[in-house]
């Protein structure tokens, strides 16, 4: 059971890793939007 427990902590910190990459350029982009209004000119 330690093994299966062990695969479950590491699938679920991946997930999180991968939502955070995914999230992340997405915060970057709308706070540079909102920073910056001329660039999107």
Same mark, same amino acid.
């Given at each position: 059971?330690?093994?299966?427990? *062990?695969?479950?902590? =590491?699938?679920?910190?991946? *997930?999180?890793?991968?939502? =955070?990459?995914?999230?992340?350029? *997405? ?15």
């Amino acid at each position: 059971m330690k093994e299966f427990e *062990l695969t479950v902590h =590491f699938l679920s910190y991946f *997930l999180i890793l991968s939502y =955070f990459i995914n999230t992340m350029p *997405l915060i970057m982009q709308t706070e540079s939007k909102t920073l910056n209004p001329n660039l999107l000119k």
